[in-house]
């Protein structure tokens, strides 16, 4: 199975810029890079493979980041350099910044890196125009679908969305696949388990294991309160996020929690989402929304993996699952919401995309009354305004997420 990400890749590598990417434990990179490293020797393409497991190389490169060219075939012409978990490094920054100020003309790094890496806050300076990041989520519901080797579901879906008029024969196999990609979510080791049981012992263990890896490179000091604070947000997926409110019931300094918040950000495990305000001062005051990046995880959390219809929490679930359908195709920075001091709300607004648009996620279509969404229709009439929802289940379901 082949990750759209590839593609992207591929399309970066004869940029002058080096690729990172990154993105949550367990989400494929590692795979990635191998893929990409046989596409280069299809191609042609010099190539070389970097492993951090081998202390000697790490050694070697840690005394000195131009003992690269070492490992490199003598031959001429541009070669790639594939680097794994680029963070094991002592100094991964200074290692780019290196290697690229001195041989990017000649020398093309392509680098994965844990969550941990990107901690350092002078990562975007010291390499401005040096480096394009790209971020890896877990699998969307194509790749879901192409993991499982189910391509005439795939095939199916895809020709649903290109024939408006179309009716399917599979639609309730695909209904059964979707709800079972909403409650066990998308982390590629997650979606090849075919027992359940199994499935949800996948989830703790990437809870309790991958998890705890990043609290334990990020410096996290309570552990405990790290996953209180986590479980919380699972809980209240698309809920205001009030830091001081949070501190209370924890316990703990609202700086605490606010750098918590920053650390399950920065390890790909949640986004903030801000308000959209005109005022862009206001927007950076005003308190944001939460939504874990894969709801598998959000579920594990919250120790719920009941079927969609009978959850108390289907509204949260479909609501977070919108955001990470949005995350798939647009940046973090891109969403945003919509919310008025006297209660009128839009869960997300993109107004900053070529074609400008706004969702309202309903679990049920019977839930929907657009003449509540006046007010914002008004202020921004060049936001195209969309609803999204859940039941009833049909065709039209693929057409509109």
């Not at 990107?118 to 877990?138: Q, V």
């Not at 874990?292 to 993996?305: A, E, Y």
């Not at 900053?352 to 019977?366: C, G, L, Q, R, S």
């Not at 969309?386 to 039209?396: H, L």
Request: aromatic fraction near 12%; proline fraction near 3%.
């Amino acid at each position: 199975m082949r990750r759209i990400m590839l593609e992207k890749l591929k399309q970066h590598l004869p940029k002058k810029e080096f690729t990172i990417l990154t993105g949550a434990r367990q989400t494929g990179k590692s795979t990635l890079l191998k893929e990409l490293e046989r596409h280069c020797k299809e191609e042609g393409i010099s190539v070389t493979f970097l492993n951090f497991e081998f202390k000697n190389i790490l050694a070697d490169l840690d005394e000195n980041p131009l003992n690269l060219l070492n490992y490199l075939p003598q031959s001429d012409g541009r070669k790639v350099v594939l680097v794994d978990e680029v963070q094991y490094l002592k100094d991964p920054t200074n290692f780019l910044k290196l290697i690229y100020d001195e041989h990017a003309a000649d020398i093309k790094i392509v680098a994965t890196g844990s969550s941990a890496f990107y901690m350092d806050s002078r990562f975007e300076d010291s390499l401005a125009g040096r480096k394009k990041l790209f971020t890896l989520l877990t699998c969307s519901f194509d790749e879901y679908l192409a993991l499982l080797g189910k391509d005439d579901l795939l095939a199916e879906k895809n020709r649903i969305i290109q024939n408006p008029k179309a009716k399917s024969l599979k639609i309730n196999y695909l209904k059964a696949e979707w709800d079972n990609y909403m409650i066990y979510g998308g982390y590629p080791a997650v979606i090849t388990e075919t027992d359940l049981t199994e499935k949800v012992a996948r989830l703790r263990e990437l809870r309790d294991s991958f998890v705890k890896r990043d609290i334990l490179e990020a410096g996290v000091q309570n552990e405990t309160v790290f996953y209180q604070l986590f479980r919380i947000i699972a809980a209240q997926a698309g809920s205001l996020i009030n830091v001081n409110e949070l501190s209370t019931i924890l316990k703990v300094r609202s700086e605490t929690i606010t750098n918590y918040l920053e650390v399950m950000q920065k390890c790909f495990h949640i986004s903030l989402v801000k308000p959209f305000y005109k005022n862009l001062r206001k927007e950076l005051v005003k308190m944001p929304k939460a939504f874990v990046l894969d709801t598998g995880l959000r579920n594990c959390l919250i120790n719920n993996f009941q079927p969609i219809q009978t959850r108390l929490d289907k509204g949260e679930l479909w609501e977070n699952m919108n955001f990470k359908l949005l995350a798939e195709k647009h940046d973090f920075d891109d969403i945003k919401f919509w919310r008025t001091a006297d209660g009128n709300e839009v869960d997300f607004v993109l107004p900053e995309v070529d074609a400008p648009f706004a969702i309202e996620a309903k679990f049920d279509e019977a839930q929907i009354k657009p003449n509540k969404y006046q007010k914002f229709k008004e202020a921004y009439p060049e936001i195209d305004f969309k609803f999204s929802w859940y039941n009833s289940f049909d065709e039209g379901f693929f057409r509109r997420i």
